[in-house]
């Protein structure tokens, strides 16, 4: 039973599209994060909630839209996707807001790419 | 602005061997640094952390070394085996936050 799991695990579609991406937790954690690994490698947080309430929120473009609907739950839109939006989309959760231990528990990633 | 940073994209062990993977941060508001390890299409998981008030940290034949003084922090696999080949991130933690470094991709070879 896939702890973080998140749909879809591929995504090809065309500049100016609107795309969401899914993600539940079966852990019962309190804070869900959304992650973006880009070609340069890098794993940067873009959104972090915890129970429903949005905590981070790292300079990303309001294109991109988080919405949590419980705290099991915590899906990403964007909209007009642009060509530097390919990137491995990754989900997150922990048992309490970081800043105790930082254990995180990542889902599969989303591949995004925007052709 | 890269608050982590691992040097090293990549590097090659024999097995049985050790492997050490480095660290370096900037920030010294950081209070837990910790690894994790990523084999290909999958998420990254939890490996090991360390607080900072802690200079050692050892799980199995994993250690992680922290020097505060030089902020630079250390992963020793030993000894390696071939289910270590995998990228591994340092990331470190601070109020609400992980940054994550760009990974090490770690080959043990045979």
């Known amino acids: 039973d896939t702890a973080v799991s998140q749909t879809p695990k591929y995504l090809v579609t065309q500049m100016g599209n609107d795309k969401s991406i899914k993600c539940e937790q079966n852990?019962?954690?309190?804070?869900m994060y959304w992650y973006k690994q880009d070609s340069k490698k890098f794993l940067k947080i873009m959104f972090s909630?915890?129970?429903?309430?949005?905590?981070i929120n790292e300079t990303v473009p309001n294109r991109f839209s988080p919405k949590s609907p419980d705290k099991a739950h915590l899906n990403l839109h964007i909209n007009s996707l642009e060509l530097g939006d390919s990137a491995v989309y990754f989900c997150?959760?922990?048992?309490?807001?970081?800043?105790?231990?930082?254990?995180?528990?990542f889902g599969e990633g989303s591949r995004l790419t925007v052709l | 602005d890269q608050q982590v940073k691992q040097n090293s994209p990549s590097l090659s062990v024999q097995e049985g061997r050790i492997s050490i993977l480095n660290c370096d941060y900037t920030?010294?508001?950081?209070?837990?640094f910790l690894w994790y390890k990523k084999y290909p299409a999958e998420g990254p998981t939890f490996l090991i952390s360390?607080?900072?008030?802690?200079d050692k940290n050892e799980d199995g034949r994993f250690t992680v070394f922290l020097n505060k003084s030089a902020k630079h922090l250390s992963l020793h696999i030993v000894p390696s085996q071939p289910g270590d080949s995998a990228v591994y991130f340092c990331?470190?933690?601070?109020?609400?936050?992980?940054?994550f470094g760009k990974g090490t991709r770690l080959h043990i070879l045979p």
């Open positions: 997150a959760s922990s048992q309490s807001s970081v800043g105790n231990t930082g254990e995180l528990f």
């Open positions: 852990l019962g954690h309190d804070t």
């Open positions: 909630y915890n129970n429903k309430e949005l905590i």
């Open positions: 920030n010294s508001m950081f209070d837990y």
């Open positions: 360390i607080s900072s008030i802690k």
């Open positions: 990331a470190a933690s601070a109020y609400d936050k992980i940054i």
